[in-house]
């Protein structure tokens, strides 16, 4: 079992920025994948970046790609999202999930890969 809460939202103008956190506690940190996704009413949870157990290989969505920095600190069991040149289309609950097997990279885009969520925190990026 791993338990997930993030912190870090809040809102921002558009061009500012926000550090999101992912504080897991429970199974080993280090053997599970890290996804960050985010959802918006009447919308699927749309993936935004991900980051591999143990190698730390990342990846991320076009949309974020750039603006968006995904980490880990195995050591604080610890993941983070800083986002940076913050849009109003980034306006979402953020989600984290977690995974603790060996993943291809089209299935860490996919939020049914990871057995594991936090509730979420809100991003509202304003114009």
């Known amino acids: 079992q791993v338990q997930l809460v993030e912190s870090g939202g809040g809102s921002v103008q558009a061009g500012g920025s926000l550090r999101l956190s992912c504080a897991a506690s429970?199974?080993?940190?280090?053997?599970?994948?890290i996804g960050w996704f985010r959802r918006t009413p009447g919308k699927e949870r749309e993936f935004v970046a991900t980051i591999t157990r143990n190698g730390g290989a990342t990846y991320y969505a076009d949309s974020v790609k750039g603006r968006f920095t995904i980490s880990r600190d195995d050591a604080k069991n610890m993941g983070y999202l800083q986002m940076n040149s913050l849009k109003p289309e980034d306006t979402a609950l953020y989600c984290c999930?977690?995974?603790?097997?060996?993943?291809?990279?089209?299935?860490?885009?996919?939020?049914?890969?990871?057995?594991?969520w936090g509730q979420g925190t809100h991003v509202t990026v304003s114009s």
């Open positions: 429970g199974r080993t940190f280090s053997n599970c994948n």
């Open positions: 999930g977690a995974d603790g097997a060996v993943r291809t990279t089209y299935s860490l885009t996919r939020p049914g890969t990871y057995d594991y």
